[in-house]
C-alpha cells in the first residue's frame, strides 16, 4: 500500500463508523438474483465491470447495496495504479470543485470531502477550491478496500464473446496468461478515457527518432529533463501540465507552441454543471443534444486556472501562440529541428500535446459486433452541425446500455457502455467527476432492472408461489383464529 494511504487517527476513526453502521442500508442488500452456473458447475458473474475507476467503483458499490452480489471488477493495471489519475495525469489539481460528490451511496463518511478532512485535517480543506489529483486518486483506492470491492487487477480484456444463452464470455490477458470469464452482463467502465486514440495533426510529419519525441498520452520520465530544453504542441490543460512537470523537473527552458493566435479563456462544460441539466440532458430533443455536443467539442477547454498559475511567472517558459508545426527531425547532438510557422526551432525534446480521437465504435473488445450496434449515422444533424464523429457514437439506451440495430440482437442491451461515446444520449460531461451523482444512480438502476427483467417468469412464479408464513399462532390459539 502507498504510504499515502496510511492511516491517521482520525481516518482509522472514519472507517470504524462506516464498517459498524453497515447493517442500516442493509435490508435491500439481501441477494436476490437468481444464480447460475456453466456446464462445469462454475458460477457464472451477474455482472462483470471493466475498468477500476471512479464509475466502475461505484457502479460496483451501488449493486451490492442493492442485493447484486455476484460482480467483479476488472482492470489492466496493477493495484494502485488503476484509474486515470493515477495513470498518465500529470495535473497536481483536478478541474472538479472539490465539494462535488456521487460515490456515497447516501453516506457522506464516504465523501471525498470526509476522507480528506480526516486524512489532512480540517484546515487543511478550507482553503482548497480544487480536488488536488493525488490526493483524489488515494481516495478512490481508499474508498475500494474500505468496502473491499473485488478487483482483479492486471486483467486487460481483448474481446467479449456473445453466447447463444444470452451470457458472455470474457477473454482477458493476464501476467499468468489468457484466461475466460462468463457473465451475463458486462459494464465498459472506462469513463472519458475510454474510446479514445492519440491524436497526430494531419500535417505534421514526424521524422524524429523515437527517443527524442512522444505523445502527451505516452509514460515519460521527466527526470531526464534537467537542464534540456523541452518544446510542446497543445493550449489545453495536458500541454500546461506538461510543462508545469518539466520546469519542476528542473528543464532549462520550456517552450509552448499553438495554432491559435488566442488561448481560450471559457470552459463552456462549467455552465452544464447543474442538476437540471446533468439529469435532463438524456430528455432534450436529439437536435438540442447534438448542438450541445458538437459545441463542447469544437470549443476547447481553457487550461485549468491553478494549471496556468503552476507555470506562467517561470523564467524559463516561453509563449508561441498563433504557431503551428509542420515537422519534427532529428536535430544536433541527439536534440530535435522543429518546423515551426515562424521557422525553425531547436529543443531536445518535442511532445505533443494534441489530446486524442473519440472513436467509440473502434475500440477492440467489442470488433466482433459492432456492426450491430445502433449509432447516430441515420441522423440527420441539424443544419451546420454536421459532425462525422458524432454519427459514429452509439446511440444508448436509457442506462447506458447498447442498442441493436435489429430486435434480434437484443443480447447488447446486456452491455452497457460508460464513456465519452455515450455523449449524445447523456452527454459527455455526465461521465467525469462532476457527472457521477448521476451516472452512478441511472447506471446501477438499469443493470438491476436488466437483471431482473432476464429472468421475469422466474420471479413471478416465486412470487405466486410464496407461502412463508409471517404470523405465528401458538398452539392453543390455532382453533380460536380459524374455522373448519
Not at 427483467?453 to 412464479?461: I, Q
Request: charged share 25%.
Amino acid at each position: 500500500m502507498p504510504s499515502s494511504l496510511s492511516a491517521t487517527p482520525a481516518l482509522k476513526r472514519l472507517e470504524e463508523e462506516i464498517r459498524s453502521d453497515r447493517d442500516v442500508f442493509s435490508y435491500y442488500a439481501k441477494p436476490w438474483v437468481r444464480p447460475y452456473a456453466d456446464e462445469t458447475g462454475q458460477p457464472i458473474l451477474d455482472v462483470a465491470i471493466i475498468g477500476a475507476g471512479q464509475n466502475g467503483l461505484g457502479c460496483c458499490y451501488s449493486l451490492r447495496c442493492e442485493g447484486v452480489t455476484r460482480i467483479q471488477i476488472f482492470d489492466q493495471n496493477p493495484q494502485y495504479q488503476n484509474g486515470n489519475f493515477a495513470q498518465y495525469t500529470r495535473m497536481n489539481f483536478l478541474r472538479t470543485p472539490k465539494d462535488l460528490c456521487g460515490l456515497e451511496r447516501g453516506d457522506p463518511r464516504l465523501s471525498f470531502q470526509r476522507y480528506y478532512k480526516a486524512r489532512y485535517g480540517a484546515e487543511a480543506w478550507e482553503p482548497l477550491k480544487q480536488s488536488p489529483r493525488a490526493a483524489f486518486a488515494d481516495y478512490l483506492h481508499w474508498y475500494s478496500e474500505l468496502l473491499e470491492l473485488p478487483i482483479s487487477y492486471q486483467h486487460r480484456l481483448k474481446t467479449i464473446e456473445p453466447l447463444p444463452d444470452q451470457t458472455f464470455n470474457l477473454h482477458f490477458e493476464t501476467p499468468d496468461g489468457s484466461m475466460i470469464q462468463r457473465c451475463r452482463t458486462v459494464v465498459l467502465a472506462g469513463g472519458s478515457s475510454a474510446d479514445q486514440y492519440k491524436n497526430f495533426p494531419n500535417a505534421l510529419s514526424i521524422k524524429a527518432s523515437p527517443e527524442r519525441w512522444a505523445h502527451g498520452g505516452d509514460s515519460i520520465d521527466f527526470q531526464t529533463f534537467q537542464g534540456k530544453r523541452v518544446s510542446i504542441l497543445g493550449h489545453g490543460a495536458g500541454a500546461f501540465d506538461l510543462a508545469g512537470t518539466a520546469l519542476e523537473a528542473g528543464a532549462a527552458a520550456v517552450d509552448i507552441f499553438y495554432r491559435r493566435k488566442k488561448i481560450p479563456l471559457v470552459n463552456p462544460r462549467r455552465h452544464l454543471e447543474n442538476a437540471g441539466m446533468m439529469a435532463g440532458f438524456k430528455d432534450l430533443p436529439p437536435d438540442d443534444r447534438w448542438k450541445i455536443l458538437k459545441r463542447l467539442i469544437d470549443i476547447d477547454q481553457p487550461p485549468p486556472q491553478k494549471a496556468f498559475e503552476r507555470i506562467y511567472q517561470h523564467p524559463a517558459l516561453s509563449i508561441h501562440p498563433g504557431t503551428n508545426w509542420s515537422s519534427i527531425e532529428d536535430g544536433e547532438e541527439g536534440g530535435v529541428t522543429i518546423e515551426t510557422s515562424s521557422g525553425p526551432h531547436e529543443s531536445d525534446f518535442a511532445i505533443l500535446a494534441t489530446g486524442f480521437k473519440r472513436k467509440p465504435m473502434e475500440r477492440s473488445d467489442i470488433q466482433s459486433f459492432s456492426q450491430k450496434i445502433r449509432t447516430w449515422e441515420s441522423y440527420q444533424a441539424p443544419d451546420g452541425y454536421e459532425d462525422a464523429g458524432i454519427s459514429a457514437f452509439p446511440d444508448l439506451g436509457p442506462a447506458f446500455e447498447f442498442q441493436p440495430k435489429d430486435e434480434k440482437d437484443g443480447w447488447l442491451r446486456q452491455i452497457f457502455n460508460v464513456s465519452f461515446g455515450s455523449g449524445m444520449n447523456h452527454g459527455s460531461h455526465i461521465v467525469s467527476v462532476s457527472g457521477l451523482q448521476f451516472t452512478i444512480p441511472r447506471l446501477s438502476s438499469g443493470i438491476r432492472d436488466r437483471l431482473f427483467l432476464l429472468d421475469a417468469d422466474y420471479y413471478v412464479k416465486t412470487a405466486l408461489a410464496f407461502d412463508e408464513a409471517e404470523l405465528q399462532l401458538p398452539a392453543d390459539q390455532v382453533d380460536r383464529f380459524n374455522a373448519d
